[in-house]
């Protein structure tokens, strides 16, 4: 995407409303139509968080890396030498998580896991568009349709289990579930990252009243996310060398190793 002046942004909104138009041709469901707008929701946070990002990308590059330099450093240091040969995303939605999981990890089998078959309809359909692309992977990525908090998915079978921007959107007792499964899929040594608003950002905090009241507005369960103590409970539940830093001003990034 260009970065000429402001003209950049018109361009960035004709393009998501010309993949959106595309998107929808071929996924005739009416219900498609809320699941192809994450995209552009996704790039919109990206430059909020990023202001100084010249383009969606810039922005969305600065913001990834970050956190996945957070899962690599915290496996580096704690797995006991273990590489990372399977990753599992958990709420992947329609999969941007995933592909920069599978770009970071290129030797490892990613899968993407979320509640909605709509989004994981999306991830499918994207992945595709970037393999005729002539951008296929050496693995490619699986699709799971199953809740985090309990995915059928053998124990002890995975290196990485993350969550990107999941808990922000569940009651405590759902983010418990979903720690408690991250622990059950994790190879010993393993490490499970939730990256994720930080209850102390000041960006956060500053935000005008009536801003935050909007966003609690999509984002019913914000109040029970920012009072939970995560570190603490995820060394409840068993979690070791819980490590907490903000990936960038709005953003926190707690990683754990699974004993
Ligand atoms: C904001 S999106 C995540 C975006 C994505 N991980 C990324 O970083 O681009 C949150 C996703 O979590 C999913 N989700 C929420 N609770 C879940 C659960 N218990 N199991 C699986 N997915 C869940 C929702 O369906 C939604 O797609």
Not at 14 to 20: A, E, I, K, L, P
Not at 157 to 180: M, N, T, W, Y
Request: glycine share 8%.
């Amino acid at each position: 995407m260009a970065s000429t002046g402001g003209g950049w942004r018109t361009k960035f909104w004709r393009q998501m409303f010309m993949w959106r138009r595309s998107c929808l041709r071929t996924s005739p469901w009416c219900i498609l139509i809320a699941a192809s707008e994450v995209a552009p929701a996704t790039l919109s946070m990206m430059l909020r968080t990023t202001p100084t990002a010249k383009s969606a990308a810039e922005a969305t590059q600065v913001l990834r890396s970050a956190w996945l330099q957070a899962i690599s450093s915290h496996h580096q240091m704690y797995s006991g030498g273990q590489g990372v040969s399977s990753v599992l995303d958990i709420g992947c939605s329609i999969g941007d998580s995933t592909r920069e999981l599978a770009d970071w990890f290129p030797d490892a089998h990613v899968t993407g896991l979320d509640l909605s078959p709509y989004f994981l309809a999306v991830a499918q359909y994207m992945e595709k568009q970037r393999i005729s692309s002539g951008l296929g992977r050496r693995r490619p990525i699986s699709w799971v349709h199953a809740n985090g908090e309990c995915t059928g998915l053998p124990s002890s079978s995975f290196d990485v289990v993350s969550l990107a921007f999941v808990i922000h959107e569940c009651p405590q007792h759902a983010i418990r579930g979903l720690l408690k499964e991250a622990l059950r899929l994790l190879k010993p040594g393993g490490t499970v990252s939730l990256t994720d608003n930080s209850p102390k950002s000041k960006v956060l905090q500053n935000l005008p009243p009536a801003i935050f009241t909007l966003m609690k507005s999509t984002e019913p369960w914000m109040d029970e996310y920012f009072t939970f103590d995560l570190e603490g409970e995820m060394e409840k539940i068993g979690f070791m060398n819980v490590n907490s830093i903000m990936t960038n001003p709005r953003h926190r990034t707690v990683t754990g190793t699974a004993p």
